[in-house]
């Protein structure tokens, strides 16, 4: 393992549901909070670009006041539709979300305050259309200070997304804009704009071709089939651009969570949006009595493509995160082990690290250390070492070698951390046990076994104390000469 890389243990509590259903359950609820994200963005941009317009076009600051009235339902939207995938994803992604983060710290921390100042900067500009007719320009600031915010906060966002991908960069993360860094966050970003501003011209299609809406009275100068015709051209080439900027988004993603799963999932996905593309340009060049005839196939077809996607996104982020999320199992199992061996042993009264008895070297490093995990005639979280000298019956090198480079050998047992002694010490205590389980098995033959370490006794009082390394954390073994 790179030592280099964070590997916290995990919270030890169930979930709530089958895994493979809040796996399902994260990515429709992502999708129903994206869609109206998507709106609230696309809707912001395209207002201030028409109202910019109609400051030559009269017909089109009309549009613009339209768009600018559903703006404020769709962010509410998108607001309370986003508890539900943020619970689930501190859920599912606990230690990785919350990293994530954390170490992006003040700009996430910022989300609220930012969101806020643009629901009021939204509600300001949508209340004070009449009222700065006049102050055209001053009305453009608010609007486009609106759009601004909503094209900051997802940012933020993404970058913690993106972030939870990669735990082997967490340590060198210092903040929000060093994650900028990182690959992938901007072709995402670009993405998304074009999925913002696709959403909304295909949304606005509908909206405004309906039956029941009164175009011609409501925004004089546009036509029903003139008006849906514009936002299908936006849709299309926002699409068609997407079909740029998707590619590199998928190159650019780390190998770690490529699969030949993942691309047939996503030329699946693209697959269905070419379909799209074409009958949008069918729609787009089509007669006015006949325009909206291919309208619900280009949304099922399309819809088809964000789940597709949506789902693909989610594959990438467990294949990528497995094997970090691996050695965290691995990890908690561990520390689930260590901390009922640490009750046991005080239920069973007996000493704790460091205890101060008089020992010789082997057996002192053996209580101090080994008996963490192990007892001679009995499983505690590593096997019994009775089967240990059986594999390296008179071999004691080669439970050194072991001990120095451990792993797993059998997936009932946690993998073993390795420990760094002395060599003294390594050969003091792989003997003892050996000559210990000897002992055991042949109590007329085997002699003294606290004197069985041979010249380790005349160790000096210095190698005797020299700390243990277990995974990162240190513990004095205490001198068999210092009661």
Known sequence: MDTTIPVP??????????????EILIVLLFLAHIFFVNLMVGSSILTVIYEIAGLTRKEYDKLASEISSTITVNKSLAVVLG???????????????????SLIGTAWYMIV???TLAFLFGYLHKYTWKALENQKALHILIGAMQTILFLI???????????????????????????LALPNVFPRYFHFILACIALTGLFFAVYFGRAGYPVEETMPGFTRPGLRRHFYAITFWASLAQFVAGPLVFLTLPDQGISWTLFLIISTGATLAAFA?????????????????RLWLIVALLTGTVLLMGYGRHLYRETALEPHMKLVAEQTQTFASLSKVAQWRQEQGLGGMGSGEKLPLGESVFK????????????????????????????????ITWVKNPGRRRMDYPPMQAIKLTETQHKAVANYILDTVEAMKNPTAAGDVQGATGDVQAATEEVQSAPVEIQGSTVEIPSATTP
């Open 113 to 115: 305050p930012l969101v």
């Open 83 to 101: 508890v539900a995938p943020l619970l689930a994803i501190n859920v599912l992604y606990t230690l990785y979300f919350y990293s994530a983060t």
């Open 9 to 22: 243990k995990d919270i030890m509590l169930g979930l709530p549901a089958p895994r493979f259903d809040l």
């Open 153 to 179: 906060i997802p940012f933020i966002f993404l970058a913690a997304i993106n972030l939870m991908l990669f735990p082997e960069r967490w340590a060198e993360v210092q903040g929000w804009l060093s994650t």
């Open 368 to 399: 101090n250390v080994c008996s963490a995990c192990h007892m001679f005639d009995k499983r505690l979280v590593g096997p019994p070492l009775m089967e240990v000298a059986e594999m390296y019956q008179g071999n004691p090198d080669g439970i």
């Open 277 to 293: 593309l074409w009958y949008l340009w069918h729609e787009i060049q089509a007669p006015d009595d006949q325009i909206g005839a």
